[in-house]
């Protein structure tokens, strides 16, 4: 007669461990074998900000298998609770999961997980899911255990417009017209290493429209690009030796990513951006997805309307990126 596998008897046999330095080699190689894991997730991305983020990204065995990686940092909330996050410094960072993570395993690591943050006085969980573009293979095991196993509560969805290169809409008759004009202009589009002079571009772009700076430093991009060459890139435009607007791309095994786009007035009066991301959309065509980033205002709550009519002009479509949020009892 087999033996009846319940959740219970499952958890006896997981280990939860914080990371520590000494085991970068593993976390490293568990996220190049994952399902659902990106560059992101190497300690020598996620660490560059250390100073900025009390780590504590867990690791998940079962009888001395690793099955699940948890980016997470911890902070300290108004009311003097602790809150664990997966991650704030990064766009997404839910449990990176293996092959051998079945939907039974994931189930039992989140009521582990539950576990975990009780016996160390972690009031809250804020959980912010890989989306699917991101998979290699199905990898939503994490959804179904937060609602059904946890009863987490959807805290955040922002809008996010993405193409699925499978299955293309295309352009907007206006974006062609765009186009057209942009490409009899002599506009140059080039690989670069100049990530200051596009930053120059992206910093007054961000402060004249939405008074902001980027999240990351010239020096930071550069650090990080330096990292990871084939992953962190950016083409700009360029006319008379002059850059008139560039776009940062994160570029992961199934999608690429618009990190940053930005133009000058003049590359605005060249419709550079529209000659660049038409490129892009070309020399990126093999992957799977084309994901030109969030569109949401106000926590998810709105979004802007111009932005998002832009993106969809090139094909885009919207999917969600979701965070969310488990109180500890």
Known sequence: MKKKITLET??????????????????DYFVRKSKNG????????????????????LMFYMDGELLGLLPANITENADGKMVMYSHQGLTYGGLVMGNHSTLSKVCGMFESLRDFLKENNISE???KAVPHIYHKTPSEEDLY????????????RE?????????????RSCRFSTLKVAKRNGVEIVESDDYAAFWQILSATLHNKYNT????????????????????????TMKDGEVLSGVVLYVTDTCVHTQYVASSEKGNKYHCNELIIDYLLDVFKTKKYFDYGTSSEN???????????????????????????LTIP
Not at 10 to 27: A, D, G
Request: with cysteine; charged share 20%.
């Open 10 to 27: 499952m958890m006896s046999s997981l280990n939860i461990v914080t990371y520590n330095p000494e085991r970068k080699q593993e976390w």
């Open 38 to 57: 990106s560059f992101l997730f190497f300690r020598d991305y996620m660490d560059y900000h250390s100073d900025r983020f009390t780590d504590r990204s």
């Open 125 to 127: 969980l804020a959980y």
């Open 145 to 156: 255990a937060l609602h059904n196993v946890l009863n987490a509560q959807l805290m955040k």
């Open 159 to 171: 809008a996010a417009c993405s193409i699925d290169f499978t299955n293309r809409i295309p352009f």
């Open 213 to 236: 700076t980027p999240v990351h430093s010239v020096g930071e991009i550069e650090l990080l690009h330096s990292r990871f060459p084939d992953n962190i890139r950016l083409f700009t």
């Open 299 to 325: 926590g998810g709550k709105s979004f802007n309307e111009s932005l998002v009519f832009s993106k969809e002009s090139y094909g885009c479509r919207t999917i969600a990126y979701d965070t969310y949020k």
